[in-house]
């Protein structure tokens, strides 16, 4: 049992399967890829795993705990984190702001504290506001901790949902095509980023990516999906040279 | 059960009025996802120009108190506010869409007009007020000034409520705030149909309201404007890359919603003769109510939902209690929101994330 | 301790100018002030639902005509009763207990209706919440209206004197509206609002419980709403359904717009200059409505932000699925 499973999990929209009969499993600790051409059903599955949808089959599960009827949000206090395909940051908030905010889980102030600016109060957001900015330090943004979350760059938004999602202190840290829009030499920089984020805080990360390098790069096992069902499964050397996944991308004859 | 099928008919009839007034609101929130809170008072500025047409001395020699004369009244008076209407669209709602000219000199004129008239009472003093507003408008425009490109539709609802409050106090400016009696342009007689007592006015009220619609569905059913008009309701976009103009389809939008609400106006003044320049805030309402009944952006919706709140309201008041009578559609609209948004007609939207 | 000495400053402040200001400037302009309080207390709290946490509330008027309603009817039926209670402390003391009591009695009112009206209603997205609200707040309306206890459609004409300290009171709400509703922006609670402004979905997915903080908003937002009806009521010492009527709404929208969405301190200016205008040209009365929504028509046109908004105007989902972005 890893500590997120999925068992089974079907997903209809109206006429169309979006989702069948998946079952994946990841092992703690690990850098899981999830990889399938345009439309095999990758967001989806995140968005399943998340608690955006609900499954119409099958089950999740989270370190145990049964998720698949559960809202994002309390999923997401469970300790699961994501970024999105299309970068979602607070746009009216500063970087700062954006990682405060997701501390919001586990903030133990009630709102007479904040109405009255209690002690407990005043010592819990000295406590949010060191948190937040060593966390920006690791992603070398503490420099621009008070700009609008908005006006940074490209690159910088993604680190920035990556360390706001990491605020949370997830046990799964789910990435959205995070490689989106980079040139290589970025990619290559978030593949470093990526791994030491995994190890320094003993996270599972899960992948969805289309670009290939990544994810052979770092992924240490990949499940390949396509109109909703696995594929293939493995390490990315036999992923690579397994004759189904080229067939799916590259299309059948 | 007499009683039944005399408040059946009155019912109907007080439906197909706001059946009309509800077209409007379906179809400008099909091609624009705006609640035009302006219409109700084109509803009122039908009335007051079938008002003020139909007492108009020309007309009266010439027409005399024909049906011809009263066709005549609901046509003009329908021509008259589906240009307000078009003015209303492009001066309020277009500015936020696309670029447009001389948007500020427009609310300036008429800005200006409005001073000029509170400095001056006169014509004089309105004429020179709205050349100087145009003129300004004019020059702020060349200096580089032009609105806002409109993202939210929050933002949209809240031009609504600001041309909604600007036509109803222009309405009290213009027109005076005391109530006017419409004159009663087709005669009111007594028809008894066994043992029915039925009043002329509101069968031919329900046989108009009931052509307009025919007409409507043939419009957008079966003409090329017609199929733009819904293409671009399901994605304007997708519409605009097709060649539709969507502008102007937008303006014959508002043209025909506007036309048909005056046509409601009308309607609804020959039953109830009072009219003052706030006459369409709460027929307004409930006909909105009556388009999300229906689902809001589906025309057949509309004239089912007006229908069935026309009917709701008189049944309501006449078993029931007439001090609620207002507070029946605000009931049916809280009702329809929180169990089906969507509205009777209307199919529930699934996002996606 | 710095905020104990505000606090203390502030008050001082406030009776002396209670003291003086009728004298400096007289009584039209008086009332004009004290109108202005309360439309700060509720625009302020208006903000809160509508500019900071983004949920397009129009039927406030509700909240303020169910508190200032709640409030009169203890007041007026409750008052020997509460003399009674307290007859040991001055007259002064006394009016001050029952003015105390029928502010909390407004909140608590207004907060439970908000709770009512929020719990089903916000669930609706934009034009549709927006829409609901607007019903709420009728439905309001015309309940009281048909309450022959509080006066019905002749109004509520019975409520006693309560004080000549209005001034006072009515400024010392707003100090603490906006004390209160500024500290809570500027605390967690504040962060998960405007995040839920933001961005629904990124919201719930950092574990923010969208649904529960939207109510919590609408609900504190109510409850001033509730405190403003109550100072209403007892300085005007009359209440009529008609002074609650969506158009009151309106123009509370337009006091937060032209001050700008999202800013209390725009909300505060918004307020200001809103009422002054309304009031210096009522004798005007069409011209300066006439004048007034073409002027609402160009803010939202050319400078939507308003006074004070540093941002853009919050942006709802396009109805053609724009969610993926």
Redesign the interface.
Known sequence: MGILDIKNCTKRFGGLVAVRDLNMSLAQGSLYGLIGPNGAGKTTVFNLITGVYTPDEGSIELDGKNIHKKKPNSIATLGMSRTFQNIRLFKSMTVLQNVKLARHTRRKQGLFDAILRTHAWNQEEREIEHDAMSLLKIFNLSGRADELASNLPYGAQRRLEIARALATHPKVLLLDEPAAGMNPQESVELMHLIRSVRDRFGLTVLLVEHNMRVVMGICEKIQVIDYGETIAIGTPRQIQDDPKVIEAYLGGA | MITFLQQLINGISQGSAYALIALGYTMVYGVL?L?NFAHSDVYMFGAFMGYYIANNRVVQARLGGSVFAAVIVMLAAMALSAGLGMLIERF?YR??RTRTRF??AF?LG??GA??G??LKHSAVGMLAGAVIGIAVGVLVELAG?H??H??????L???A??????LE??G??VFG?DPKFFPEIIPSRSLNVGELNLDTQKLIVLLVAVILMVLLNLLVHYTKTGKAMRAVSY???AAKLMGINTDRIIAVTFAVGSALAAAGGILVSLLYPKIDPLMGVMPG?KA??AA?LGGIGNITGAMVGGLILGFAEVMAVGYGSS??R??IA??V??LI??FK?SGIMGKG????? | MKRAIFWMVAILALVGLQMQLGNWIGPYYYKIVILTGINIILAVSLNLINGITGQFSIGHAGFYAVGAYTSASLVTYGESTIRGMVEFLPRLGQDAVLLLLGILAAAIAAGIAGLAVGIPSLRLRGDYLAIVTLGFGEIIRVVILNVDAVGGARGFSSIPPMSDFFLFWVFLFVLITVSVIRNVVNSSYGRAFISIRDDEIAAEAMGVDTTRFKVLSFVISSMFAGIGGSLFGHYTAYLNPNSFTFITSFYLIIMIVVGGLGSIEGSILGAILITVVLELFRSLSEFRLVGFSILLVLVMLYRPQGLMGVWELLRLKRRTADAKS
């Open positions: 996802g609640i309020a500015p936020g948007t500020l609310w008429i800005l409005v001073f008239d509170l000034i609105p806002v409109q993202d939210s539709r929050l933002g609802l809240i031009i409520i600001g041309v909604s409050l600007f106090n222009g009290q400016l705030a994605n304007l976009d309402l909105f109510v999300v001090t609620y207002d507070a605000f009931i609209l809280v929101l929180l948004p939207a699934v996002e996606k994330v």
